[in-house]
């Protein structure tokens, strides 16, 4: 079954701990994201990979790390989270369709609350 | 990067035909439009995609005009359980595809 895995699915954790979100995908996908949703913002791009050792920031990177030394894995990598990262996380994959268009295939969230 | 712009909600009843409209006036030449469905605390899920005229499968049918500034999304007979927010998604397709504009989206809300 195509999946894309995130853990920790709920995490709270205190200001300054470092903490990593794992996501995993096993379409042999070239493309993977990170996405976090609040309230009234809708979903906001952090960063996306588009293969193996190439990444790139999206809208909101700061505060954030990543890094994709193998294709279905993706980490998001909280150096010292801080309570304005207190959301709820999506890890994407996807591939360019044969007939040009794409689909995304999104994890099932992960809910981080810093204190 | 291909912006867009969605009403922010809309409400209908069961039985009734919803269609959502989204504006993308920065539309690429390559660019493909596609819509997202999301409940909540779940990730968004494909509903459809096209890149001009119009293009129907089981759950919705996307109209797009000649121009391709706009699309529509069309719901038959909503029911209860297509209360969600929904996406419309331009990729950026320059010279990536990673760089993706989700927005706010679509708040349906379907009423018994």
Redesign the interface.
């Known amino acids: 079954e195509a999946q894309?895995t995130q853990n920790p699915r709920y995490l709270i954790t205190v200001t300054g701990k470092k903490l990593t979100v794992t996501c995993s995908q096993n379409m042999n996908h070239e493309?993977m994201?990170w996405?976090r949703q609040d309230p009234?913002?809708?979903?906001?791009?952090i960063y996306?990979?588009?293969n193996v050792e190439v990444t790139?920031k999206?809208?909101v990177p700061e505060g954030y790390k990543v890094s994709r030394k193998e294709k279905r894995n993706f980490p998001l990598i909280l150096e010292s989270p801080s309570p304005n990262q207190t959301s709820?996380y999506?890890c994407?994959s996807?591939s360019?369709d044969r007939g040009?268009?794409?689909?995304?295939?999104?994890?099932?969230?992960s809910?981080l609350t810093v204190v | 990067l291909a912006k867009t712009t969605q009403p922010i909600s809309m409400d209908s009843y069961e039985g009734q035909e919803v269609n959502i409209t989204c504006s993308h006036n920065n539309i690429a030449t390559n660019d493909y439009i596609t819509w997202y469905q999301q409940f909540p605390s779940q990730g968004p899920r494909f509903i459809i995609q096209g890149y001009k005229t119009k293009v129907t499968n089981e759950v919705a049918s996307l109209f797009i005009p000649a121009d391709r500034k706009s699309s529509t999304l069309s719901l038959p007979r909503v029911s209860l359980s297509d209360t969600a927010v929904y996406y419309c998604l331009v990729g950026d397709r320059g010279s990536t595809l990673g760089r993706l504009y989700f927005g706010r989206g679509t708040q349906l809300t379907v009423w018994p």
Do not use: C, H, P
């Open positions: 894309v493309y994201s996405y009234g913002l809708g979903l906001r791009q996306y990979s588009m790139d999206g809208d709820l999506f994407a996807s360019r040009g268009g794409n689909t995304i295939y999104f994890g099932e969230g809910w």
